[in-house]
């Protein structure tokens, strides 16, 4: 599986964006969709995640009410809608991709994850 991921950029405290993740390769339905992100010094921690179907999510506590994760199957896409955004959630954020195998919650676990893609870079201004 590929995965390139688009939409970040700068924008002001409170403000939104959505992130997107196109998948090519293997069948994207068979695989639970992840977000990470990585802050300058930190080390890279888990946002949210999606079940194969959709119908599952798990957030990170941070983010839990601000972000929502959606995927289309049909486009092959997986979606990261940021909105509340705060000056702490800079970051270079990856999608990532890992066989359905478990419950939902299991995939905060970044070990899990076969394919990465290569970030985008999401500023947060204050």
């Known amino acids: 599986v590929q995965l390139q991921a688009s939409g970040g950029g700068l924008v002001q405290a409170g403000g939104s964006l959505r992130l997107s993740c196109a998948a090519s390769?293997?069948?994207?339905?068979?695989?639970?969709m992840g977000w990470f992100r990585q802050a300058p010094g930190k080390e890279r921690e888990f946002v949210a995640s999606v079940s194969w179907r959709g119908d599952s999510t798990a957030y990170a506590n941070s983010v839990k009410g601000r972000f929502t994760i959606s995927r289309d199957n049909a486009k092959n896409t997986v979606y990261l809608q940021l909105n509340s955004l705060k000056p702490g959630d800079t970051a270079v954020y990856y999608c990532?991709?890992?066989?359905?195998?478990?419950?939902?919650?299991?995939?905060?676990?970044?070990?899990?994850?076969?394919?990465w893609g290569q970030g985008t870079q999401v500023t947060v201004s204050s």
């Open positions: 990532a991709a890992a066989p359905s195998r478990y419950a939902i919650t299991y995939y905060q676990a970044q070990h899990l994850y076969d394919y």
């Open positions: 390769g293997r069948t994207f339905s068979a695989y639970v």
